[in-house]
């Protein structure tokens, strides 16, 4: 069991910047690539940014790529969401979450392959 808490959501002006954070609690940290999705009013849940256990490899979402960056500490059980020059369109709930990486799930991008999920936390972007 891998229980996942995101924080540092909130209202911010178009261009601005936010670091979301991802807490986690249970087994060990470093057994998990992680992940982070959003979703908006109305629409489905979408990928946004991967990283592998070790933080050696990251993978982002087009809408993102060059604006977010996704980084992990394992000595503090928590992976970050780095979010530089948002746009309205980057409004959402977020979601980070959990993949075993002894276990083949799924590619990285498809919500099914995660088997861990947090709340959520909410990111308005104001234009």
């Known amino acids: 069991q891998v229980q996942l808490a995101e924080s540092g959501g909130g209202l911010v002006q178009a261009g601005g910047s936010l670091r979301l954070s991802c807490a986690a609690a249970g087994r060990t940290f470093s057994d998990w690539h992680m992940g982070w999705f959003r979703q908006a009013p109305g629409k489905e849940r979408e990928f946004v940014a991967h990283?592998?256990?070790?933080?050696?490899?990251?993978y982002y979402a087009d809408s993102v790529k060059g604006r977010f960056t996704i980084s992990r500490d394992n000595a503090k059980n928590t992976v970050y969401l780095q979010m530089n020059s948002l746009k309205p369109e980057d409004t959402a709930v977020y979601y980070c979450a959990a993949r075993n990486r002894f276990k083949y799930s799924g590619y990285y991008y498809y919500t099914s392959a995660y088997e861990y999920w947090g709340q959520g936390t909410q990111v308005t972007v104001s234009s």
């Open positions: 990283i592998i256990w070790n933080g050696g490899s990251t």
